[in-house]
């Protein structure tokens, strides 16, 4: 079965940084697509980044420049890097993969993110 385990987020002041990771097991995360969703507190869930099997990373606008998705296929790891961070930002992030053997969809817990000074 496939798991995963987010895991970095915490308070942070608007214009910091935060690291988000994603751990991944029964499956790998270099051969299929990896993404970050976050649903702010009576918002509906909001894509925010993915990175494609081969290595393509797209990004919803509001925030392209600011974040950085990256894998590390070694650790089974998927990373978001969010700088800049702003209050819009605060939210409970999750990770999701996407099986392209299976076409099935994996959703982690959720890690909070508040961006709050």
């Known amino acids: 079965q496939v798991q995963l385990v987010e895991s970095g987020g915490g308070l942070v002041q608007p214009g910091g940084s935060l690291r988000l990771s994603c751990a991944a097991s029964g499956s790998s995360v270099g051969i299929n697509a990896v993404g970050w969703y976050r649903q702010a507190p009576g918002k509906q869930r909001e894509w925010v980044a993915q990175i494609s099997s081969v290595g393509t990373r797209n990004y919803v606008d509001s925030v392209k420049g600011r974040f950085a998705i990256s894998r590390d296929n070694a650790k089974n790891t998927v990373d978001l890097q969010m700088n800049s961070l702003k209050p819009e930002d605060t939210a409970v992030y999750y990770c999701?993969?996407?099986?392209?053997?299976?076409?099935?969809?994996?959703w982690g817990q959720g890690t909070q993110v508040t961006v709050s000074s």
């Open positions: 999701n993969l996407r099986a392209l053997s299976s076409s099935r969809v994996y």
